[in-house]
């Protein structure tokens, strides 16, 4: 086809079965296979988890709070991806999950700022055509929220004013059938249960891919939107054929828990409250919802999310600040991991776990186990943790940092630093610490393979992965 050669990549003509092999049925392999396949172009959509159906969490129907560690993991991996299991929060805001200016050709910003918007709007109706609400659960333009932004701005802080769609657990997982019913109605051929372990690479191109069970499928194109916990695969590919893969900055924080009236004048107005703290932020905001432990190759980590059929009393959120590092010391991935295993180590394998007030020590003690689970005042939903010292694993830069944080926060939530109202967790981090090296049109150093979503290191939610899905496909 014509457009093949629009941005310059070497046609294998009849080589290969389909056009496109899209590794990864998260949201940006969704949008490219629902894009490229409206095109008229043939497409397999492959990914190494389960249907939505079939994606149950272990630990749902044992201890929600103890990781049985599935291979893969159901909560991350399968179709919908990472955000498939989620309640489904679309922030219709292209500063939010990276910049997705940066993904977008234009001369100025204003330029690039409008397509993104169009993107957005794309993302938005794909998700409505499959079943999601129109309406919005916080608007940009509501005059409490402006007046929220007004209070922080006086504080020194930025309250971001957000168009946010909530779509709910429950409703997600009707979503993303109706998604599975569109592509299949669009011959898009959804393969499940295999995963990749190989590229097949010949002469500077990559012709298809090897599954682990050593059968190989060839494609023309090749399309890796593998998430962020296709990190480790990217580092593979990027040892084997010499791929640069740039450090890129790492997110490292924590999870805080809070009771629900804390926090509800801000979550009231709006869902997931975006506040920017100097270099701090918070991030995925889920009331009434449960921190989870996050089981990753090498280290646990933890997250929140909210439910539709079951709630809490109380409302967690990241406290999130992205790490660069100078040279020598560039390797940000390391960086992180050396952390987290800092944390695996102190906490036996278990999230660590302190209350505001030993954190708030001027020189801080570990919590006990009394504190955290017989105290009066808040209650983990998260028990599978070890009481501890986050002074004591953190850096001196992210744990004053969060400390500075967390004391202008309370200036917008009054009663977050109070004694008893509060857990920190440890750690939260995002693994997002490699580039690599794309052209304009996300193809890498190898032919015809390209990388679109958060495995690019290039986007962070399910809105800018879908864009950047789309934004692809509108490459050819
Ligand atoms: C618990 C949780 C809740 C979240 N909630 C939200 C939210 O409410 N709003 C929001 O904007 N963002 C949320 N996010 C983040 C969001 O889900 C991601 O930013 C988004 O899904 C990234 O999309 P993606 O297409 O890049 O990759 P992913 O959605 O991560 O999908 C990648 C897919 O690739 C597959 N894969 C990986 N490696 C292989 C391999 N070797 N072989 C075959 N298949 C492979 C995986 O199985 C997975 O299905 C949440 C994330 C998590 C973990």
């Known amino acids: 086809m014509e457009s093949f050669i629009k941005c310059g990549y070497i046609s294998h003509k009849g080589m290969g079965e389909a056009d496109f092999l899209i590794v990864g049925a998260g949201p940006s392999g969704l949008a490219a296979a629902d894009s490229l396949s409206k095109k008229g172009y043939s497409v397999i959509l492959l990914d190494q988890g389960s249907s939505i159906d079939h994606r149950i969490c272990k630990n749902a129907s044992v201890d929600?709070?103890?990781?049985?560690?599935?291979q893969p993991c159901n909560i991350h991996s399968g179709f919908g991806g990472a955000g498939g299991k989620s309640d489904g929060k679309l922030n219709l805001n292209p500063y939010i999950g990276k910049n997705l200016l940066n993904l977008i050709e234009g001369n100025s910003i204003e330029d690039k700022e409008?397509?993104?918007?169009?993107?957005?709007?794309?993302?938005?109706?794909?998700?409505?055509?499959?079943?999601?609400?129109?309406?919005?659960?916080?608007?940009?333009?509501?005059?409490?929220?402006?007046?929220?932004?007004?209070k922080a701005r006086k504080l020194g802080l930025d309250y971001?004013?957000?168009?946010?769609?909530?779509?709910?657990?429950?409703?997600?997982?009707?979503?993303?059938?109706?998604?599975?019913?569109?592509?299949q109605s669009q011959t898009v051929n959804i393969i499940l249960r295999k995963e990749i372990a190989d590229i097949i690479f010949d002469n500077g191109s990559c012709l298809g891919v090897v599954l682990k069970d050593k059968s190989e499928i060839k494609a023309k194109h090749v399309l890796l939107g593998l998430g962020r916990r296709g990190e480790e695969f990217?580092?593979?590919?990027?040892?084997?054929?010499?791929?640069?893969?740039?450090?890129?900055?790492?997110?490292?924080?924590?999870?805080?828990?809070?009771?629900?009236?804390?926090?509800e004048d801000l979550t009231s107005v709006t869902y997931d409250p975006k506040i920017r703290c100097g270099f701090w932020r918070t991030f995925c905001t889920n009331p009434s919802g449960f921190v989870v432990r996050e089981q990753g190759d090498k280290f646990v980590t933890v997250n929140g999310h909210a439910e539709a059929n079951r709630k809490s009393i109380n409302t967690n959120f990241a406290l999130l600040c992205t790490i660069e590092l100078e040279k020598p010391k560039s390797d940000t991935y390391d960086y992180a991991a050396l952390i987290a295993g800092l944390c695996s180590n102190a906490g036996g394998k278990k999230p660590l776990v302190q209350t505001i007030a030993r954190f708030m020590e001027p020189r801080p003690h570990r919590s006990t186990i009394e504190e955290i689970f017989r105290y009066k005042g808040i209650r983990p939903t998260l028990t599978d943790v070890t009481p501890g010292n986050l002074f004591k694993v953190l850096t001196g830069e992210i744990f004053y940092g969060i400390r500075d944080a967390m004391e202008k926060l309370e200036e917008l939530a009054p009663g977050l630093c109070k004694e008893h109202n509060t857990l920190m967790y440890a750690p939260e981090i995002k693994f997002n610490a490699y580039l690599p090296k794309l052209d304009s049109c996300f193809q890498s150093e190898i032919n015809n393979l390209f990388f679109i979503g958060d495995v690019s290191g290039r986007t962070g939610s399910i809105v800018t992965a879908a864009a950047m899905g789309f934004i692809l496909a509108d490459k050819f």
């Open 64 to 70: 929600r709070s103890k990781c049985t560690n599935c």
């Open 114 to 150: 409008k397509t993104a918007y169009d993107y957005i709007h794309k993302v938005d109706q794909f998700f409505i055509d499959c079943g999601a609400p129109i309406e919005l659960k916080s608007k940009a333009d509501d005059p409490r929220a402006k007046e929220l932004a007004k």
């Open 160 to 183: 971001m004013l957000i168009d946010q769609k909530h779509i709910g657990s429950d409703k997600l997982i009707q979503v993303m059938k109706n998604m599975y019913a569109r592509l």
């Open 234 to 263: 990217l580092k593979f590919l990027g040892k084997k054929y010499s791929l640069s893969l740039l450090p890129s900055p790492v997110d490292i924080g924590v999870r805080v828990e809070t009771l629900n009236e804390v926090m």
